[in-house]
């Protein structure tokens, strides 16, 4: 028995931060940005905007997408690196919010793999006998930004994607899903204040040191790497070629890591899912927000191949293949 992504939902808040408000507060530039990013804007929360209040809004719209009711949920997923507190979970918000009073919630940590990551577990429930598993990935990365770090701030945005999955009746399914980590390079992207390592006070507030911290050069050239490599391993075990996929949908970090990995695949770019010139880097997000919109404007059709891959923090990455 295969499981299915059944419906998709995604939301964004309204207001946007563009490359020429970010010249106002850091030493930068739109062309720079554009030039080494691909980043043309991205949206920010409202204060006291959270998580959960995006995530809520997505799952709203993947429930509605996939004709469930919350109440038919048997587990939340949320993965995310900004929930709404260290503890409770943000699931466990999003789940009582949706009235999803059946369901098991909890959040994934695996930056921007984590959506991927929370599928995978989504997808061994169901075979388990689970019915539906509402997997988000949702971050509010404006509140771990340094916004007097040029090197970060102009990198990342907020929003959320959700999908419910649940049991295939049919061809469309999840065909597979890989999962890699390695903990050696955990400090290349990292929050290093603010956890018990380092736990909140002034003096970690005066150093900065709940943001976000990137060794961004280093991560680009990991990324291209690992991203070929996590395809490959993909294609390899479902026996498919890089022809016969329809539709690429990765992490979005960078336009530039996307045409590097495309060329090396010989894949046309055309057919990769891009929203990071609107939204920026958003993390957890990324991939769910990219695959609504792939499906809401046609690009993966019923009987498609879809294939994903993410990359991030930890470091971990991953990938996916899926008959839509
Ligand atoms: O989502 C998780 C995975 N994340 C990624 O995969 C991100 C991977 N990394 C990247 O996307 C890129 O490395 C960045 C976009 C972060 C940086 O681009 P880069 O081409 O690697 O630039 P760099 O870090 O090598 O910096 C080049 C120059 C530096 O100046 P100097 O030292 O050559 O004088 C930086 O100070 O660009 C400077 N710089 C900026 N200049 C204007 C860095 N940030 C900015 C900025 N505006 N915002």
Redesign the pocket.
């Known amino acids: 028995m295969k499981s299915q992504i059944l419906g998709t939902g995604s939301y964004v808040p309204p207001k946007i931060l563009t490359n020429t408000d970010l010249e106002k507060i850091?030493?930068?530039?739109d062309t720079?940005?554009v030039d080494?990013?691909g980043i043309h804007e991205r949206r920010i929360a409202e204060p006291g905007e959270a998580c959960s209040d995006l995530g809520i809004r997505a799952s709203e719209s993947a429930l509605a997408n996939a004709g469930i009711a919350a109440q038919d949920l048997d587990m939340i997923l949320v993965a995310t690196c900004t929930g709404d507190y260290p503890l409770p979970s943000t699931a466990c918000l999003i789940q009582h919010r949706l009235g999803a009073t059946r369901a098991a919630a909890c959040d994934i940590a695996a930056a921007?793999c984590g959506f991927v990551y929370a599928l995978s577990i989504a997808n061994a429930y169901i075979k388990a006998g689970y019915r539906y598993v509402l997997v988000v990935g949702a971050e509010v990365m404006s509140a771990i930004t340094d916004w007097s770090d040029?090197?970060t701030c102009?990198?990342f945005g907020d929003g959320a994607g959700a999908t419910v999955v649940g049991r295939s009746e049919g061809e469309a399914g999840i065909l597979s899903l890989h999962l890699h980590a390695d903990g050696r390079l955990a400090d290349l992207?990292c929050v290093p204040g603010g956890g018990s390592s380092r736990p909140a006070s002034q003096t970690i507030l005066d150093e900065r040191l709940p943001y976000v911290k990137?060794r961004?050069?280093e991560?680009?050239k990991i990324?291209v790497k690992t991203m070929e490599e996590a395809v490959r391993e993909a294609l390899a075990a479902n026996e498919l070629t890089i022809n016969d996929i329809d539709c690429f949908v990765p992490?979005q970090?960078?336009i530039r890591?996307l045409k590097a990995v495309a060329e090396r695949l010989k894949l046309p770019l055309e057919k990769t899912a891009i929203n990071l010139d609107r939204f920026g880097?958003t993390?957890a997000a990324s991939i769910p927000l990219a695959l609504d919109e792939a499906v809401k404007t046609g690009k993966v059709q019923p009987g498609n191949l879809v294939l994903l891959a993410a990359?991030?923090?930890g470091l971990t990455w991953a990938s996916g293949v899926l008959r839509w």
Do not use: E, K, P, Q
Request: aromatic share 10%; with cysteine; proline share 0%.
């Open positions: 850091v030493d930068t530039s720079w940005i080494r990013t921007c040029r090197n102009v990198l992207i990137m961004g050069n991560t680009f990324a992490h970090a960078n890591i880097n993390s990359f991030g923090s």
